[in-house]
C-alpha cells in the first residue's frame, strides 16, 4: 500500500518537484479541504463541492470536482466530476463520502492510471 498525505495545505508532491504550491478549495465557505498525494507521483485535491437534490431518484447527492496532476501520465491540472448519492441530506452530509471519494481516486492515481472526466460513486452513507 502506498504511503499517502491526507489533507494538506503544501503539497508533498509539488514540493518534491522543488515548487511551493498551495492547495485550497475554491469555494471554502462549502467545500473541505480534501487533498491526497503520494509525494512521487500525483496529487488530487476537492476544488469545489455542493450538495443537491437527486435529479434521478429521491434524497440528495453530493456533487464534487477534484483537480489532479498525474506524473506517469503527463497530466498537469486536469479534472474529474464525482457524483456521490448520499442516504441523508442533515448538515454535515458528505464530508465522510468525499474524503472516500478522495480515498478511491488517490488509489487509482497511485496505479499510475488516468481519472475518467466523471465518476459516480455508490453510496457510502449509512442509513
Not at 443537491?52 to 453530493?62: K, L, Y
Given at each position: 500500500?502506498?504511503?499517502?498525505?491526507?489533507?494538506?495545505?503544501?503539497?508533498?508532491?509539488?514540493?518534491?518537484?522543488?515548487?511551493?504550491?498551495?492547495?485550497?478549495p475554491?469555494?471554502?465557505?462549502?467545500?473541505?479541504?480534501?487533498?491526497?498525494?503520494?509525494?512521487?507521483t500525483?496529487?488530487?485535491?476537492?476544488e469545489?463541492?455542493?450538495?443537491?437534490?437527486?435529479?434521478?431518484?429521491?434524497?440528495?447527492?453530493?456533487?464534487?470536482?477534484?483537480?489532479?496532476?498525474?506524473?506517469?501520465?503527463?497530466?498537469?491540472?486536469?479534472?474529474?466530476?464525482?457524483?456521490?448519492?448520499?442516504?441523508?441530506?442533515?448538515?454535515?452530509?458528505?464530508?465522510?463520502?468525499?474524503?472516500?471519494?478522495?480515498?478511491?481516486?488517490?488509489?487509482?492515481?497511485?496505479?499510475?492510471?488516468?481519472?475518467?472526466?466523471?465518476?459516480?460513486?455508490?453510496?457510502?452513507?449509512?442509513?
Amino acid at each position: 500500500m502506498l504511503e499517502m498525505f491526507k489533507n494538506f495545505l503544501t503539497c508533498p508532491h509539488c514540493a518534491a518537484k522543488g515548487k511551493g504550491k498551495s492547495v485550497r478549495p475554491a469555494t471554502a465557505h462549502r467545500s473541505p479541504l480534501i487533498s491526497r498525494s503520494d509525494a512521487k507521483t500525483f496529487h488530487i485535491y476537492l476544488e469545489e463541492s455542493f450538495i443537491r437534490p437527486s435529479p434521478t431518484r429521491g434524497g440528495s447527492e453530493v456533487v464534487a470536482l477534484f483537480r489532479y496532476d498525474l506524473d506517469s501520465a503527463g497530466v498537469n491540472g486536469e479534472s474529474t466530476l464525482v457524483v456521490i448519492p448520499l442516504a441523508s441530506g442533515e448538515a454535515g452530509a458528505g464530508l465522510s463520502e468525499l474524503e472516500g471519494a478522495a480515498d478511491e481516486l488517490a488509489e487509482i492515481l497511485g496505479s499510475g492510471r488516468n481519472l475518467p472526466r466523471q465518476h459516480v460513486l455508490r453510496s457510502q452513507a449509512r442509513g
